[in-house]
Structures are given as structure tokens and as C-alpha cells.
T-cell receptor
Framework: GAVVSQHPSWVICKSGTSVKIECRSL??????MFWYRQFPKQSLMLMAT?????????EQGVEKDKFLINHASLTLSTLTVTSAHPEDSSFYIC??????????????FGPGTRLTVL | DAKTTQPTSMDCAEGRAANLPCNHS???????VYWYRQIHSQGPQYIIH???NNETNEMASLIITEDRKSSTLILPHATLRDTAVYYC???????????FGTGTRLTIIP
């Protein structure tokens, strides 16, 4: 199997506070994990690529100082939304890359975390 | 990554085969075709992927045309739980990114 978990599944916080979201690959090791954001009725947008033991690579327009990513082990990546504001309210989804043979890596996704900032 | 074109929405009767098309006319030789689906308020679920040969697993079959410019995902016996948005994504073998388009919203009708 290839299971990815996220915690928490939902969180409500006050404006100005920070929120940490964890992403874990439960039955495989992932050197690369990804963080996506999805607004209502829109598709997933990649925020950043997280590589174990190195700095994350952020997509254009994503503030690296606001969305802190740490990938300290082969099974865990965290996303911290710092000084959250209502416009950061969204569905955050992580994925983990499971290596396959002959370059057929497959990404498996977590169940998502719904963040609501009041 | 090559762009894909999918119908915005489709309906299928429960118990029938659901055939979801995808056009990827600019696909290059080392790009794979991946299919994911997203049920409302959940993370995407991997379904199947292929390079040029047809593929089948416990969830679905993937038919890729000989020129590789289009493909069809087949859910052999659709159930109500198959209602979801289905994404067809083309990805370089060495490029780990997945770029999601708008997908096809498949509704299974009882």
C-alpha cells in the first residue's frame, strides 16, 4: 500500500496566529513531498516541493516566509502557516512521492487539512 | 509538462462502464499519463498510469492510443462512490511535479 496521513484534518484559528500541519507517509519513505492548496471550486495548486534534508522549493507567488516547510525525515514533512489571515483559509493537501522502477514515481496524497482563519 | 484537455463533466448510469477521455496531443516520448480522482473534500486518489501500453488494475483500465495523443480511463462497473472529479495528468518521467487542470466531473446516476 501507499498511505499518506495529515494532521489535523481541520483547524480553526484566530487571525495572526500560526498553524502547523503534518504530513506523514505511513508505509513508505519519501525523499520528496509536496504541498498543495485548493480553494473552493478550484483545482489543486502546487505551493512547494519539499526535499528531505534540504530547503523547500516554492512555486512562483508563494511566500516562503509565510509558509514554512520542514522535511526533517523520510516520512514527515510539516507546513507552518505563519501569521495566518482569513485569505489563507483553504484546503491544504500534501502528497508524498513513492519511488518506482523505471522512473515511474507515483505521488500519493493525504486526506487534506481544512484551515479556517477567523 | 504537456497540457491535457478533458470534458468538463460527464454522467454515467450506475453499473455501466464509465469512459473518460483525455487529449494530450503534445505529449512527448518520455511522458507518462497519470489519472487521479478527487472525491469532494478529500485528497486526490491515485488510479492508474501508463506510458504507451494499455494498463489495468483493480480500479480501472487505461487505454492509450497508438500515437499517444489521447487516452481513455475506463471504470468497468461504475458505482455511486465513483462520483468525483477525475484528473488526467501528463508528467515527465524525471519531473516529479503534478500539474492539475480542471478535470472531468463524473456523476454516477442511480
Amino acid at each position: 500500500g501507499a498511505v499518506v496521513s495529515q494532521h489535523p484534518s481541520w483547524v480553526i484559528c484566530k487571525s495572526g496566529t500560526s498553524v502547523k500541519i503534518e504530513c506523514r507517509s505511513l508505509d513508505f519513505q519519501a525523499t520528496t513531498m509536496f504541498w498543495y492548496r485548493q480553494f473552493p471550486k478550484q483545482s489543486l495548486m502546487l505551493m512547494a516541493t519539499s526535499n528531505e534534508g534540504s530547503k523547500a522549493t516554492y512555486e512562483q507567488g508563494v511566500e516562503k516566509d509565510k509558509f514554512l516547510i520542514n522535511h526533517a525525515s523520510l516520512t514527515l514533512s510539516t507546513l507552518t502557516v505563519t501569521s495566518a489571515h482569513p485569505e489563507d483559509s483553504s484546503f491544504y493537501i500534501c502528497s508524498a512521492n513513492k519511488a518506482g522502477g523505471a522512473f515511474t514515481d507515483t505521488q500519493y496524497f493525504g486526506p487534506g487539512t481544512r484551515l479556517t482563519v477567523l | 509538462d504537456a497540457k491535457t484537455t478533458q470534458p468538463t463533466s460527464m454522467d454515467c448510469a450506475e453499473g455501466r462502464a464509465a469512459n473518460l477521455p483525455c487529449n494530450h496531443s503534445t505529449i512527448s516520448g518520455n511522458e507518462y499519463v497519470y489519472w487521479y480522482r478527487q472525491i469532494h473534500s478529500q485528497g486526490p486518489q491515485y488510479i492508474i498510469h501508463g506510458l504507451k501500453n494499455n494498463e489495468t488494475n483493480e480500479m480501472a483500465s487505461l487505454i492509450i492510443t497508438e500515437d499517444r495523443k489521447s487516452s481513455t480511463l475506463i471504470l468497468p462497473h461504475a458505482t455511486l462512490r465513483d462520483t468525483a472529479v477525475y484528473y488526467c495528468i501528463v508528467r515527465y518521467s524525471g519531473n516529479e511535479k503534478l500539474t492539475f487542470g480542471t478535470g472531468t466531473r463524473l456523476t454516477i446516476i442511480p
